[in-house]
């Protein structure tokens, strides 16, 4: 089992849409979960952070951290075709290596 | 802020060659930077945790002979690919931590193209 599940997708929804991202986690010692944005051949850039259980949102976008249950969500809100991207969630116990999942690759159509 | 460069952004190379990517911290400086690979499709798997002044400690099953990380300033480290053959064809992203008030993220680099003929 890995220790961070993320289903590839890959996922397409049309422009306005909300886009529903998650990642599930076996190991109860992550704290920070993250999610990346990486556009094809560029390296990831950090869209959301969130220590601990809750939400953050961030104009479009918000996260969610529900760690009794080990899962994490990315939800953006009137998708955008810019938005088309692979999103990675991330997350660490605090020793500064992260551990990711597979990544999600979104298409919105115009 | 947290600008990471990396230099070159794509390399192609005879098999048994070796070839040097560099990673920079441009407008921080960066106590420990990151090695990773990432293949088509697939996610980011880190190689070596790299802190400046001081030996790159390497993921299990990672070899410390073929892939030399030196640390050698706060701004720039660099991945060696020794005798690159065509199983190390991948996509190399570089990390840096910095004095982040956002505990535990890393700035990614833009990625270096391999590419062993």
């Known amino acids: 089992q890995k220790e961070v599940e993320q289903d590839p997708g890959p996922l397409s929804v049309p422009e306005g849409a909300i886009v529903s991202l998650n990642c599930t986690y076996s190991n109860s010692a992550f704290q920070y979960f993250m999610w990346y944005r990486q556009y094809s051949r560029k390296g990831p850039e950090l869209l959301m952070y969130?220590?601990?259980?809750g939400n953050k949102e961030d104009g479009r976008f918000t996260a969610q951290v529900d760690k009794s249950s080990k899962y994490i969500s990315l939800f953006i809100r009137d998708s955008q075709p810019s938005d088309s991207a692979t999103y990675l969630c991330a997350m660490s116990a605090g020793d500064y290596k992260l551990s990711f999942g597979a990544g999600t690759t979104v298409t919105v159509r115009a | 802020g947290a600008v990471v460069s990396q230099h070159p952004s794509r390399v192609i190379c005879k098999s048994g060659t070796s070839v040097k990517i560099e990673c920079r911290s441009l407008?921080?400086?960066?106590?420990?930077m990151f090695w990773y690979r990432q293949f088509p499709k697939q996610s980011l798997m880190l190689m070596a945790t790299s802190n400046e002044g001081s030996k790159a400690t390497y993921e299990q099953g990672v070899e410390k002979d073929k892939f030399l990380i030196n640390h050698a300033s706060l701004t720039l480290s660099t991945l060696t690919v020794t005798s690159a053959h065509p199983e190390d064809s991948s996509f190399y992203i570089c990390?840096?931590?910095?004095?982040?008030?956002?505990?535990?993220?890393?700035?990614f680099g833009p990625g270096t193209r391999l590419t062993v003929l």
């Open positions: 990390s840096a931590r910095g004095d982040s008030k956002i505990a535990d993220t890393q700035y």
């Open positions: 407008d921080f400086q960066a106590t420990t």
């Open positions: 969130t220590y601990s259980s």
